[in-house]
């Protein structure tokens, strides 16, 4: 169970404006990272997010550029999870690969308004507000295990180390 306080996103938010663009090839470390979360998109949320929060986006969420960094930045600025009508097939990809919770649901703009309060059930697959109950679809056994995992590497490792057991 997830619950945290709603950011809103439109349509169409590029990966250019998740992690900017001009921060792409500067060395950082990965917390680092998340300190240019979506500071082009929304100064306030750059300013106040915190751990645990979660975003609602429309369709084609992380449009763009193939970039690891507008996944891994959103993660390592504590998003929970991100709830869209529907994401860019590289970012959903990169965004499991970081093992950051993304959810598709056709009724994401119906969720909640901006810093309102949801619950994700990740379990049962539905998501809870005041404005009432709405499902996405469940994960495959594989794909949950890499976003309980924390990630492409450490779901691998893991992986790795139940197969060594088992000689």
Request: net charge negative; proline share 4%; aromatic share 10%.
């Amino acid at each position: 169970m997830i619950a945290g306080r709603v950011w809103k996103f439109g349509d169409d938010v590029n990966t250019d404006v998740i992690f900017p663009g001009r921060y792409t090839y500067e060395p950082m470390s990965d917390e680092a990272m998340g300190k240019y979360a979506l500071e082009d998109a929304d100064s306030a949320f750059n300013q106040e997010a915190k751990p645990g929060d979660i975003i609602i986006a429309g369709k084609n969420w992380g449009c763009g550029s193939s970039r690891e960094q507008a996944a891994k930045c959103l993660k390592e600025r504590g998003v929970a999870a991100v709830i869209a009508k529907g994401f860019a097939r590289i970012f959903y990809r990169n965004a499991l690969n970081e093992g950051l919770l993304i959810l598709v649901c056709s009724e994401a703009d119906q969720i909640a308004q901006e810093g309102e309060s949801i619950s994700v059930d990740t379990e049962r697959c539905i998501i809870r507000s005041v404005h009432g109950e709405y499902r996405f679809q469940p994960y495959p056994a594989y794909v949950q295990g890499l976003v309980e995992a924390g990630g492409l590497i450490p779901y691998t490792i893991q992986r790795l180390r139940e197969r060594e057991g088992e000689k």
